[in-house]
């Protein structure tokens, strides 16, 4: 059951948003969780997508995913590919859902959050971009 919190505060000019809680595991649940479009991280969802393919990235194919799920075992798989999150993207309205590796429930089991979380986004039909890290 997730128990993640979002809470925004403001100290002096500055906006702290602060997260606090555990992930969830149930894809149903992950689907109720989307971000909207204006992210509270990254912005617009739309611009983000635009600067990872004008630095050469694309959504990730059946391949790279396939690779994902079947070498993304371990932490070196992320830092060798320079990944900071994968950021699953439902192309009719930009809602996402973001994983990164260095979240320790997705680090549990192998990494087993992230690969089937991932997995579960691409066969609902979103996009799968990676955010480097870099």
């Not at 050469?56 to 396939?66: A, I, V």
Request: glycine share 10%.
């Amino acid at each position: 059951m997730s128990t993640m919190n979002v809470e925004s505060a403001r100290v002096g000019k500055t906006k702290v948003t602060m997260l606090s809680g555990e992930m969830t595991f149930d894809n149903n649940k992950m689907m109720n969780e989307l971000g909207g479009k204006f992210h509270f991280m990254f912005g617009n969802i739309e611009k983000v997508i635009g600067k990872i393919k004008d630095k050469g990235g694309d959504k990730l194919t059946y391949e790279q995913l396939t690779h994902l799920i079947t070498k993304g075992t371990n932490m070196e798989f992320y830092d060798e590919n320079k990944i900071w999150c994968y950021l699953c993207v439902r192309p009719s309205d930009f809602k996402n859902y973001m994983f990164s590796p260095v979240d320790s429930e997705n680090q549990d089991n192998n990494f087993a959050r992230i690969r089937g979380g991932v997995g579960f986004f691409y066969d609902e039909g979103f996009d799968i971009y990676i955010v480097p890290s870099s």
